[in-house]
């Protein structure tokens, strides 16, 4: 089977694709010294940095140039132009990619598969950890963290550690939220969707459905579009 990496800021996201078979996988970088065999790999995109000493074939990069999404900015992260790309692509409609991994990056799409514009900011386990390192009396977070149960969640805990928990999350949520809704006002689009990605995608979607909104949640979007770009051609 061929395989597809994209190296993130924090992880390696791997899949393996033939025909209509898939799997993706999630992990930390290689150790120094110990890169992967590259023997199946296909294609490859960079937003991290590559450990010392373990870098993919060259040939087998692929750069925002080859990602076929008009409007696209040189400075524009490759994460960002796949599930730009990826959302528009699925549907053939409007747009808005919440990729919620380190950072929380919003990426907007128009109906003419255009890219639009978009935010970054901090994701919920980064405003975590910064808290802690900012300030005098707030606790590290846990390691690992603690899955999020969203029904017995009290919105508004006592205790400091699920109040950062909480703060962090609803903030992230709300960020996506606000974004959403001021598209829906300044451009009206009925067709648009909102997507979900990235690492903490799947515990947003009960925030974002309690308010109201249908978010599709796609763990391998990014790594499907990749295996979908035409210098590729593993996904019709």
Known sequence: MAQLLLVGNSRWHWAEAEAEDWRSWHGPPPAP??????DQLRAWA?????PAGCSPPPQLAIGLGQVPLAGLPPWLGIDRALVGWGAWRAEGAAALVADAGTAL???WVDGDGRFRGGRISAGA???RRSLAQATALLPAPQSPAQ????????????DTETALQQGCWRATAAAIALAWRELSRLHPDPRRRLWLTGGDGEALVPLLEAEGMAPQWAPDLALQALAALPAVGLLS
């Open 105 to 107: 990056s919003l990426t």
């Open 46 to 50: 960079a937003v991290g940095p590559l």
């Open 147 to 158: 899955p999020v149960d969203w029904a017995a969640a009290d919105p508004w805990p006592v």
């Open 33 to 38: 010294g110990q890169p992967p065999d590259w």
């Open 125 to 127: 386990a980064l405003q």
